[in-house]
C-alpha cells in the first residue's frame, strides 16, 4: 500500500496562474479531506468528500475547487492563485468519519 | 463559531520530565477529539476520543476527555528527545468536519 500520495512536493506559481495538487489513496478511503498548515494557525479544512461525487467546503474554501469522480482521486484546484495561498497543503483520508486519518506527505506551494 | 483551543502554545522540558497538554473546544455538533503528532511532515494518529473519562494509553502517552468540561489533556510521561513535535488536537464537528487547534510545539532537551 502506498497510503495516500501527493504531487508535487514542491510548487511555485505566479499570481494569477491556475494549477491541480493531486491527491490519490490506495485504501478504499471513502472520505477525503484537504486542508492548509500556515504558521501559527494549525491545520484549517479546504473540502471534504465523503464518497464518490460528494464534496462540501471546510473553513477556508475560498479560491479552491475540488471534484470526486473515484474513490481514489481527490484533486484540488486553484482557481487564480494568490499570495495569500503560499501555504503547505496536506490531503487526507480515513475510512469512516470518527476514524484516524492517514495524512499525504504535503505540498509546499508558493505563489510569488 | 466552532472553535479549539490548545495550550501551551510551546513548552521546553529535560529528558525525564511529565508533560500535560490541554485541548479546549466549543463545538455545536461533537462526535470525537483526536490527538495527532507531528514532527517535519504529515501528522500522525495518536488517540481517538469519543467518551468521557475513559484513558486511552499508548506506552507513555495517555489522553482523557471530559465531555462535561469539554476539554482533553495529553500526557506524556518519562519524555525523550523523541517526543519533540507538534502535538496537534482536533475535533469533528459534524460528519467529516474537522477543526484542529493550533498545536503545542514541545521541544525536549537532553
Known sequence: NAGVTQTPKFQVLKTGQSMTLQCAQDMNHEYMSWYRQDP????????????????????????????????????????SAAPSQTSVYFCASSYSSGDEQYFGPGTRLTVT | EDKVVQSPLSLVVHEGDTVTLNCSYEVTNFRSLLWYKQEKKAPTFLFMLTSSGIEKKSGRLSSILDKKELFSILNITATQTGDSAVYLCAVEAGTYKYIFGTGTRLKVLA
Not at chain 1, 47 to 72: C, F, K, L, M, W
Open chain 1, 40 to 79: 501559527g494557525m494549525g491545520l484549517r479544512l479546504i473540502h471534504y468528500s465523503v464518497g464518490a461525487g460528494i464534496t462540501d467546503q471546510g473553513e477556508v474554501p475560498n479560491g479552491y475547487n475540488v471534484s470526486r469522480s473515484t474513490t481514489e482521486d481527490f484533486p484540488l484546484r486553484l482557481l
